[in-house]
């Protein structure tokens, strides 16, 4: 934000010496690579206080008559408009670039979590050593102050992490976008098949929303551990789906 007011005044004015023999166009197209380093760099706010800022500037150094926030010739009022308008445009692009950039990381940072859990289920590694490294995932994953895995029988009715990201408490949905994780721990059930193995309990960290891929991440990387389960004890799961998936308290 300080960016977006300081440079467009700063580059306008560092180029004044220039004034005689530099055309106006030439200024405006500076001023819009200006506009495009603050917004790819920043966000959409930042982004176009830089191109409003660039156009007053441009009016005030750069159109007659000189130094006042005034424009008298019909061409500088088009260019004064078009920078406006080019740097409004530019700035959106810009972001949206960068948001995709983010996009892209964030997916193969998911894709990777994913496969290294993956690959100890395949190797059929111990339940309990899935369960440890996906808790140390899910730390990072959705920025919780802490974690314990639970296995076997749910007791209690804490909010609970669904596995399409959202979250119910009790008969209610928790609107996790909006409000944040609640101030409590959150179950997130460790099933494979119908049948649940046990739970993570999450202690989310004070104003924590994790954004809906991270969450739907999450309970994918839950399902790898009641998968490590099922593979390792068949008879429990035959028994349990027989006699319903969870016991409640």
Same mark, same amino acid.
């Given at each position: 934000?300080?960016?977006?007011?300081?440079?467009?005044?700063?580059?306008?004015?560092?180029?004044?010496?220039? $004034? &005689?023999?530099?055309?106006? @166009?030439? /200024?405006? #197209? !500076?001023? =819009?690579?200006?506009? %495009?380093?603050?917004? +790819?760099?920043g966000?959409?706010?930042?982004?176009?206080?830089?191109?409003?800022?660039?156009?007053?500037w441009?009016?005030?150094?750069?159109?007659?008559?000189?130094?006042?926030?005034?424009?008298? $010739? &019909?061409?500088?009022?088009? @260019?004064t /408009?078009? #920078? !406006?308008? =080019?740097?409004?445009? %530019?700035?959106?692009? +810009?972001?949206?670039?960068?948001?995709?950039?983010?996009?892209?990381?964030?997916?193969?940072?998911?894709?990777?979590?994913?496969?290294?859990?993956?690959?100890?289920?395949?190797?059929?590694?111990?339940?309990?050593?899935?369960?440890?490294?996906?808790?140390?995932? !899910?730390?990072?994953?959705?920025?919780?102050?802490?974690?314990?895995?639970?296995?076997g029988?749910?007791?209690?009715r804490?909010?609970?992490?669904?596995?399409?990201?959202?979250?119910?408490?009790?008969?209610t949905?928790?609107?996790i976008?909006?409000?944040?994780?609640?101030?409590?721990?959150?179950?997130?059930?460790?099933?494979?098949?119908?049948?649940?193995?046990?739970?993570?309990?999450?202690?989310?960290?004070?104003?924590?929303?994790?954004?809906?891929?991270?969450?739907?991440?999450?309970?994918?990387?839950?399902?790898?551990?009641?998968?490590?389960?099922?593979?390792?004890?068949?008879?429990?799961?035959?028994r349990?789906?027989?006699?319903?998936?969870?016991?409640?308290?």
């Amino acid at each position: 934000m300080l960016a977006a007011v300081a440079l467009p005044p700063a580059l306008a004015a560092v180029l004044l010496p220039w $004034r &005689s023999s530099l055309a106006n @166009t030439d /200024v405006a #197209l !500076l001023l =819009v690579v200006a506009i %495009v380093a603050v917004a +790819a760099n920043g966000h959409r706010t930042a982004g176009i206080l830089t191109a409003i800022s660039a156009a007053l500037w441009y009016d005030f150094f750069w159109t007659t008559p000189y130094e006042r926030f005034t424009i008298t $010739r &019909s061409t500088d009022i088009e @260019t004064t /408009v078009l #920078l !406006l308008a =080019v740097g409004v445009a %530019v700035s959106e692009l +810009a972001i949206r670039a960068r948001h995709a950039r983010r996009t892209v990381i964030y997916d193969t940072a998911y894709l990777s979590e994913l496969r290294s859990t993956i690959r100890l289920v395949a190797a059929g590694r111990d339940p309990h050593e899935v369960a440890e490294q996906v808790g140390t995932q !899910l730390v990072t994953l959705l920025g919780l102050r802490d974690i314990r895995f639970e296995p076997g029988q749910l007791l209690g009715r804490p909010p609970q992490l669904e596995p399409d990201g959202t979250m119910s408490w009790g008969e209610t949905r928790w609107n996790i976008d909006e409000h944040g994780f609640p101030d409590q721990d959150i179950e997130l059930r460790t099933g494979s098949g119908g049948t649940v193995f046990g739970r993570f309990m999450l202690t989310p960290a004070p104003g924590t929303a994790p954004s809906l891929q991270a969450r739907q991440v999450a309970a994918m990387l839950a399902t790898q551990v009641g998968m490590a389960f099922a593979q390792q004890e068949p008879s429990l799961g035959s028994r349990s789906n027989r006699r319903g998936p969870v016991a409640r308290a």
